[in-house]
């Protein structure tokens, strides 16, 4: 017979049986998998799962929730079951060989009537009260982009300040002397009254109800190159209206550069109220970064070629795209080829993987694998404006350009006519163009010039000037 327990103390999952020891045990979910220790054998065995790990060098932390598969060589694992346990940082329960991982909030808040009494007591809270900073980067999914680089400048220009982050569930790593809130807990709802200053990459979402004193900047998240909000192909009266409801609740927004100031003005109709274009401060780290440190935590050596493949997410899709076989692209093209979903992507698929393949869809900042890369294969997605900065080649793999550009989504600007590398349709292509040793210098004009209208500011320094100014602005005091 087979069994499953969980020690809570040491937060660790145990299933026993009887007979000869397994050849191995496997906990494995979209975004984590984790390894038994297995021991004993002959008339017992047990496999004994961490519910903890460590992912690119970082602390342990709870595993990422979601639905996981238990697999044990060489054992039954159908008939197990141990009911909803909480631990600290996560619950989980075992129904046969599924595991399910959860945020760790007391079921009764999850309800229907224990979310609307938290946010009753949310509207109600006098709130703005705090001097403290609410952040959240891609709803909670992740810790970086332009949230995560205005909270580092924060923490050394103004420390007393606090620093909430909003976060799906523990897996998620909030910056040293930050305070992490799982969304929809009761502490997450009372951090976003109090705090006097939320800065976001994305819309708000849930019901907000803005306090008295409290301001509200959005960082955004990407120069765009396809259309956004209100000029997104069609009509669509409810997607109007739910722009303009959703531009009126911020004070302030960043843009990378004055191009993205004219377009997000009136995407957003975000008329009368202030834009700062101040570079983005999630690309301070490809200037002053330091790409040996990231290769050594992603595992990977000095004399490496590293490809990063990262494109934009579709609205016709959950997954992200296919277009390459990674494994293979790795080979051919003599590289580590780090795979970089989308953050809309994130909750869907699995990671990746193969020879000399990395999965980094989970690694919190962007910033940094652009960082380590030597050259980008993207799309459509806005990294094409970050990675810019550094000055290195960049390829784009469009199969479905014409669908893309013409019916999808449609473009400001034409792609083919000013990109800063080659556009090409396949995988041989790819490789054909990444073994191009001139190939880059074809491109040197417009790359030049791409850089001078979209990265003038990319210096190096946009996270304490924005910083400077929210402390300028009395929305938040040292």
């Given at each position: 017979?087979?069994?499953?327990?969980?020690?809570?103390?040491?937060?660790?999952?145990?299933?026993?049986?009887?007979?000869?020891?397994?050849?191995?045990?496997?906990?494995?979910g979209?975004?984590?998998?984790?390894?038994?220790?297995?021991s004993?054998?002959?008339?017992t065995?047990k496999?004994?799962?961490?519910l903890r790990?460590?992912?690119w060098?970082g602390?342990?932390?709870?595993?990422?929730?979601?639905?996981y598969?238990?697999?044990?060589?060489?054992?039954?694992?159908?008939?197990?079951?141990?009911?909803?346990?909480?631990?600290?940082?996560l619950?989980?329960?075992?129904?046969?060989?599924?595991v399910?991982?959860a945020?760790?909030i007391?079921?009764?808040?999850?309800?229907?009537e224990?979310q609307?009494?938290?946010e009753?007591?949310?509207?109600?809270?006098?709130?703005?009260?705090?001097?403290?900073?609410?952040?959240?980067?891609f709803?909670?999914?992740?810790?970086?982009?332009?949230?995560?680089?205005?909270?580092?400048?924060?923490?050394a220009?103004a420390?007393d300040?606090?620093r909430?982050?909003s976060v799906v569930?523990?897996s998620?790593?909030?910056p040293?002397g930050a305070?992490?809130?799982?969304?929809?807990?009761?502490?997450?709802?009372?951090?976003?009254?109090?705090?006097?200053?939320?800065?976001?990459?994305?819309?708000?979402?849930r019901?907000?109800?803005?306090?008295?004193?409290q301001?509200?900047?959005?960082t955004?998240?990407?120069?765009?190159?396809?259309?956004?909000?209100?000029?997104?192909?069609?009509f669509d009266?409810?997607?109007?209206?739910?722009?303009?409801?959703?531009?009126r609740?911020?004070?302030?927004?960043?843009?990378?550069?004055?191009y993205?100031?004219?377009?997000?003005?009136?995407?957003?109709?975000?008329?009368?109220?202030?834009?700062w274009v101040?570079?983005?401060?999630?690309n301070?780290?490809?200037?002053?970064?330091?790409?040996a440190?990231?290769?050594?935590?992603?595992?990977?050596?000095?004399?490496e070629?590293?490809?990063?493949?990262?494109?934009?997410?579709?609205d016709d899709?959950?997954e992200?795209?296919?277009?390459?076989?990674?494994?293979?692209?790795?080979?051919?093209?003599?590289a580590?080829v780090?795979?970089?979903?989308?953050?809309r992507t994130?909750g869907?698929?699995?990671d990746?993987?193969?020879?000399?393949?990395?999965?980094?869809?989970?690694?919190?900042e962007?910033?940094?694998?652009?960082?380590?890369?030597?050259?980008?294969?993207t799309?459509?997605?806005?990294?094409?404006?970050d990675?810019?900065v550094?000055?290195?080649?960049?390829?784009?793999?469009?199969?479905d350009?014409?669908h893309?550009?013409?019916?999808?989504r449609?473009?400001?600007f034409?792609?083919?006519?000013?990109?800063?590398g080659p556009?090409?349709?396949t995988?041989?292509e790819?490789?054909?163009?990444?073994?191009?040793?001139?190939?880059?210098?074809?491109?040197?004009?417009?790359?030049?010039?791409?850089?001078a209208?979209?990265?003038?500011?990319?210096d190096?320094?946009?996270?304490?000037?924005?910083?400077?100014r929210?402390l300028?602005?009395?929305?938040?005091?040292?």
């Amino acid at each position: 017979m087979t069994t499953a327990r969980i020690d809570e103390s040491a937060q660790m999952l145990i299933i026993s049986g009887a007979g000869a020891r397994p050849t191995a045990a496997e906990l494995i979910g979209p975004r984590a998998r984790v390894s038994a220790r297995l021991s004993g054998g002959g008339k017992t065995w047990k496999a004994v799962f961490a519910l903890r790990a460590s992912r690119w060098g970082g602390a342990e932390l709870p595993l990422p929730a979601g639905r996981y598969e238990l697999r044990i060589d060489g054992a039954d694992a159908s008939g197990l079951h141990v009911a909803t346990t909480m631990l600290p940082g996560l619950r989980i329960a075992v129904e046969g060989s599924a595991v399910s991982i959860a945020a760790p909030i007391d079921p009764i808040y999850e309800t229907p009537e224990g979310q609307s009494t938290l946010e009753e007591r949310y509207v109600a809270q006098s709130g703005g009260t705090e001097n403290a900073v609410f952040f959240e980067s891609f709803y909670g999914r992740s810790v970086g982009c332009n949230p995560r680089a205005i909270d580092r400048a924060l923490a050394a220009l103004a420390p007393d300040v606090v620093r909430y982050w909003s976060v799906v569930d523990l897996s998620v790593a909030v910056p040293e002397g930050a305070i992490a809130v799982v969304e929809g807990s009761p502490e997450w709802w009372r951090a976003r009254g109090a705090a006097r200053l939320l800065v976001v990459n994305d819309w708000l979402r849930r019901r907000f109800a803005r306090k008295p004193g409290q301001r509200v900047l959005q960082t955004w998240h990407g120069t765009p190159l396809k259309r956004l909000a209100l000029h997104r192909p069609g009509f669509d009266p409810r997607r109007m209206a739910a722009v303009v409801k959703e531009s009126r609740r911020w004070d302030v927004l960043l843009a990378q550069n004055t191009y993205s100031e004219r377009i997000l003005r009136k995407a957003y109709a975000f008329f009368g109220r202030r834009i700062w274009v101040e570079g983005y401060p999630r690309n301070d780290a490809l200037v002053t970064g330091d790409p040996a440190a990231i290769r050594s935590a992603l595992g990977i050596s000095a004399d490496e070629r590293v490809l990063l493949y990262a494109p934009t997410w579709r609205d016709d899709r959950k997954e992200m795209v296919d277009f390459i076989d990674p494994e293979t692209l790795a080979r051919d093209a003599d590289a580590v080829v780090l795979v970089r979903g989308h953050s809309r992507t994130l909750g869907e698929g699995r990671d990746r993987d193969g020879a000399r393949v990395i999965d980094v869809t989970g690694y919190p900042e962007t910033a940094q694998l652009l960082l380590a890369a030597d050259a980008l294969i993207t799309d459509y997605s806005s990294v094409m404006f970050d990675f810019s900065v550094t000055g290195k080649p960049m390829y784009f793999l469009v199969p479905d350009l014409a669908h893309y550009r013409g019916q999808l989504r449609g473009f400001y600007f034409d792609l083919e006519s000013r990109a800063p590398g080659p556009l090409v349709h396949t995988q041989d292509e790819l490789v054909a163009a990444l073994s191009d040793a001139d190939g880059a210098s074809a491109y040197a004009s417009r790359y030049a010039a791409w850089r001078a209208q979209f990265n003038r500011r990319d210096d190096g320094n946009a996270a304490v000037r924005v910083v400077e100014r929210i402390l300028d602005q009395g929305y938040v005091t040292r």
